[in-house]
């Protein structure tokens, strides 16, 4: 049985991950493979922990894919909530 969507988890998720892919892609280049765990809040103001993470899509020097997640601690990490996206290359 799949557990029920939290809605301040999914939409912490894509918040970050707006913010996330603010960043252009010659930016980004520098740094993939890159992410970083933090501690923030939640739109409701609930405690969560955000992991970003930027990756090679399928190639180095390709696409990049950017993945958010959101979730209220290490211990519920599996039941957080994501959200990727896409950074093409120009």
Known sequence: MAATPDPELEAA???ELAQAVRLK???LARL???GDTYEGFGPA???L????????RDQ???DILCEVAAYR???RYDRGARA???IARP
């Open 13 to 15: 998720a894509v918040e």
């Open 25 to 27: 892609w010659a930016e």
């Open 32 to 34: 993939v493979p890159y």
């Open 45 to 47: 103001g609930g405690a």
């Open 49 to 56: 922990e955000f992991e970003r993470s930027y990756i090679w």
């Open 60 to 62: 180095p020097g390709g």
């Open 73 to 75: 601690g290490p211990s």
């Open 84 to 86: 990727s996206q896409v």
